[in-house]
């Protein structure tokens, strides 16, 4: 029996978890597994990939998912994007999703969604409240459940991706529409 959808989550910071916390988590691909139980908690305490748990609102577990993000560039010509026509030709700022996951009882419940929303909401509040540079966020799909997560979610795969991981790409116009239209709901 799949536990009961949940619309309520919070967000917390890796640091508020111990080792055996995250290894009990498993979204059914290993390397993602790999990442939050070994790697994850060092990135983050080097502050190289922080890492972001969600959980049931008001509770620490289960651990439903969890989110890196992390700033960088792309070059322009590589590869060719067409959302970038129009930029200078040295490296494009933008945020990057280093690794999105959720575990394996609770995906296809709008978590995953959450997930990326909570992204927007930090995306724009970056862009416009502090000013920081980026013209949109990128993420590099691992499989195709991956990439057809982020095609539902306006994403776009960029020219030149036949292997995977597929880097993805979705402009600042998009991310903000998606932002207000929520805000406002």
Same mark, same amino acid.
């Given at each position: =029996?799949? !536990? &009961?959808?949940?619309?309520?989550? @919070?967000f *917390?910071s890796?640091?508020?978890?111990s *080792?055996?916390q995250?290894? @009990?988590?498993?979204?059914?691909h290993?390397e =993602? +597994?790999?990442y939050?139980?070994? =790697?994850a908690? /060092?990135?983050d305490?080097? +502050?190289?990939s922080?890492?972001i748990?969600?959980?049931?609102?008001?509770k @620490?577990?289960?651990?439903?998912?969890y989110?890196s993000v992390?700033?960088?560039?792309?070059?322009?010509?590589?590869? !060719?994007?067409?959302?970038?026509k129009?930029?200078? +030709?040295?490296p494009? #700022?933008?945020m990057?999703i280093? *690794?999105?996951?959720?575990? +394996?009882?609770y995906?296809?419940?709008?978590?995953?969604?959450?997930?990326? =929303?909570h992204?927007f909401v930090?995306?724009?509040k970056?862009? *416009?409240?502090?000013?920081?540079?980026s013209?949109g966020?990128? /993420?590099?799909?691992i @499989?195709?459940?991956?990439?057809?997560f982020?095609? &539902?979610h306006?994403? &776009?795969?960029l020219?030149g991706q036949?292997a995977f991981p &597929?880097?993805?790409f979705? #402009?600042? $116009?998009t991310?903000?529409?998606?932002?207000d239209? /929520? $805000? /406002?709901?």
């Open positions: =029996m799949s !536990p &009961k959808p949940l619309v309520v989550v @919070d *917390r890796i640091k508020h978890f *080792r055996s995250l290894n @009990d988590f498993d979204c059914g290993p =993602m +597994n790999k939050l139980h070994q =790697m908690k /060092t990135n305490k080097k +502050n190289l922080p890492c748990l969600v959980v049931p609102h008001g @620490d577990e289960p651990i439903l998912g989110v992390l700033n960088s560039t792309v070059e322009k010509g590589d590869p !060719p994007a067409p959302q970038l129009g930029f200078p +030709n040295y494009i #700022p933008v990057l280093g *690794r999105l996951a959720v575990s +394996n009882q995906q296809n419940q709008g978590i995953g969604k959450h997930i990326l =929303m992204v930090k995306h724009v970056a862009v *416009r409240e502090l000013g920081i540079g013209v966020v990128i /993420t590099d799909a @499989d195709e459940n991956a990439v057809c982020y095609k &539902k306006d994403f &776009k795969v020219p036949e &597929k880097r993805m979705i #402009p600042n $116009a991310v903000f529409d998606a932002y239209s /929520t $805000a /406002t709901e």
